[in-house]
């Protein structure tokens, strides 16, 4: 039997589901069909894919997470270490450095966030819109253990535009979409830059 995993939160539903068992999302319908529209905004998203897309698929943001943390809690202990025992260099090296921590993590937890959130936007209040997909390759410009994911190009035109958009997947993509496909398309009314294909590849 044939499965489809679920773009929203990873589940494995039989290849024929519209919806996912665990979480309800659409699941992307193969093939030259778009599948059911998106409902209008806001939307409220399938469980679990806000948190997916902040951590489970964005490691780098715990990493800053947790160096934030470790640097706060040094930039704090160390100077009362510092000053209670009259250690001066330890109040200077164990603070600066928990500084540099805090800006380290810190930094990378803000671009990392704002990077998800810039994926989640156009699910939540997005315009929706038809598209076409254009092109699908291997983004060989990525390369995790010799793999490259696949890339997704799509057409669409918002406000008397044509716009492209992007997707990348992990899934064997020419499996899920060729080129010439329809596809719906989530973009932000006052920045169609910003744009999701509906519902995601995954
Ligand atoms: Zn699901």
């Given at each position: 039997?044939?499965?489809?995993t679920?773009p ?128 699908i390759?291997?983004d ?9 994911p696949w890339a997704v ?14 997707a990348t997947t992990w899934k064997y993509a020419?499996?899920l979409h ?19 294909l509906?519902?995601p590849l995954g």
């Amino acid at each position: 039997m044939d499965f489809i995993t679920c773009p929203w939160c990873g589940q494995r539903n039989p290849a024929d589901a519209l919806e996912c068992r665990a979480c309800g999302g659409p699941l992307p319908v193969p093939g030259s069909d778009p599948g059911p529209e998106p409902p209008p905004p806001p939307r409220q998203l399938p469980k679990g894919y806000k948190t997916r897309v902040l951590w489970k698929n964005a490691p780098i943001n715990a990493i800053g997470l947790v160096f934030f943390t470790i640097g706060a809690v040094f930039a704090c202990l160390f100077p009362v270490i510092g000053l209670a025992s009259g250690l001066v260099p330890l109040l200077c090296i164990g603070g600066g450095l928990g500084g540099l921590f805090v800006v380290l993590g810190g930094g990378m937890l803000y671009s990392g966030i704002r990077t998800g959130l810039g994926k989640i936007r156009p699910y939540e209040i997005g315009r929706a819109a038809l598209g076409e997909i254009t092109e699908i390759y291997r983004d060989t410009s990525v390369d995790v253990n010799g793999r490259n994911p696949w890339a997704v190009r799509y057409q669409f035109e918002a406000e008397g535009q044509v716009y492209e958009g992007r997707a990348t997947t992990w899934k064997y993509a020419p499996k899920l979409h060729q080129s010439g496909d329809r596809v719906h398309v989530l973009y932000l009314p006052d920045d169609p830059e910003q744009n999701a294909l509906y519902p995601p590849l995954g």
